[in-house]
């Protein structure tokens, strides 16, 4: 995957720009998925809540938690999503697959 010096550079540039704006849903999107790739699904998980807080209206987001969700409550959390933004076509897509 990543050396050890551009995991943390990245998520060090990825903070940093989280806390300068935080309510820009791309930023907190790819936040989560460096932490799929670098194998953390916890700290994806984490960031996951933390951004659907900060964007509750992002399909994206909602689409890629969707996704994150194990099988039994992907159900669940489309129902979610379906609530928050009914006809964005992330949300559509996510739950169609």
Known sequence: MFSIGFETKARSIIEKA?????KISSIWEESIKLEIKCNNPKAA???MSKALQECPQSGKLWALA????PKYQKN???VDALK???HDPY???????
Do not use: D, G, H, T
Not at 18 to 22: C, L, N
């Open 45 to 47: 998980n984490l960031l």
């Open 84 to 86: 928050k933004c009914e």
């Open 76 to 78: 669940a959390r489309s």
């Open 66 to 69: 969707i996704e994150l969700e």
């Open 18 to 22: 989280r806390a300068i704006i935080p």
């Open 91 to 97: 949300v559509m897509m996510a739950i169609a697959k």
